[in-house]
């Protein structure tokens, strides 16, 4: 053994020390494979200048899974312009279209006609929801119901305009099917026509529909979410406001980003009317500007899609028997090297060497 081949001994010795000594983090991907699973949305979002009777969640996902007007794990809290709130909070149930306070005014003897669904002949059908109902049960189509029954017009049920001055909180968890998809508060009555999901309202009435909103907590599984906190206000025109969620998978649940986009309802036209020509012979043209309402329908869209694959970051600290391995090695090369170069240049010369 030489002098040399100590001091290299020594040197990657006190190298794979350092090495064994630090614990490195590694990014790992793998294929989610949790695939039966549901995702769960926790949701707390106020709208300032929309009445709770405006405001339906409704959800949809790219297997054609309709989910409307959700309200099974929701509350409506009213609340005035300035954020209080009025009365108690109420909930709604799925399905069960509220049973709305029949009509103080009618005869007590009156007994709506069910036109036909009710499930005895004898059947009452006092309010509108009532016949919704017992058409719904048959199977028969609601479509026209809404604008012709004379409940519905007598409760004007179909379509109203939308009353200000007041405001909704909107809170609660929704499960909804591990596929992409979306969630929404938008316009109108929403109902599924031909397995379409369809939104009814009065167009000459969507720029009254304030989307405004503050979204207090949109989170998955994990508490963290980057849109909590956000608030959008609108100043001139209603819109559509989109934001694209991008759900990642994480070891303690999901975790978002998102991008948005918002789309306004009235646009700004520029019209030119052409061909004045003045004083001097020079031809001016007059531009006039005015707002023109486009066909959006005014809300709040969530759309999410989920990452296929889960990142996890694991830390990974080099193994006690490796790095005798390693050890062993050094010493055992080091000595095997320093060996054959010295049975390679022969004794003669040996002395020059080392
Ligand atoms: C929704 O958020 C508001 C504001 O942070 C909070 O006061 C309220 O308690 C939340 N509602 C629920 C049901 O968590
Ligand atoms: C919508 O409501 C917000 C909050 O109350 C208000 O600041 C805004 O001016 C309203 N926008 C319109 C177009 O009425
Ligand atoms: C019941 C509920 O969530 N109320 C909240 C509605 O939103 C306002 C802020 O806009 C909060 O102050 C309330 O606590």
Known sequence: MTKLSIALITVLCLNELYLFRCTT???VITVDKALRQKLQFKINITFPALPCKEVHLDAMDVAGDNQLDISDHFMKQRITNDGKPILGSFKETLNSIEAEPEDPTLDPSYCGDCYGAGETSTSCCNTCDSVLNAYSKKGWSTRTLLQTCPQCIREKKGLHAITKGEGCNLSGT???NKVSGNFHVAMGESTV????HVHMFLPEDAPNFNCSHIIHELTLNNPSGSLNGYARYVDKS?????????????????????????RPLMVEVEDTIPGMVGVGGTKSKTHEHHMVQT???PGVFFIYEIEPF???EIEVSPSFGHFIIRIVGIVGGVIAVVGAIEGGF????????F
């Open 25 to 27: 983090t590694e990014t």
């Open 174 to 176: 929704m499960e909804v």
């Open 193 to 196: 026509r031909d397995g379409r």
């Open 238 to 262: 209603t819109g559509l406001y989109q934001y694209f969620l991008k759900i990642m998978p994480r070891k303690d649940g999901y975790v978002y980003s998102h991008t948005e986009r918002f």
């Open 295 to 297: 066909s959006l329908l």
């Open 310 to 312: 889960r990142v996890e």
């Open 346 to 353: 022969g004794s003669g010369e040996r002395n020059n060497f």
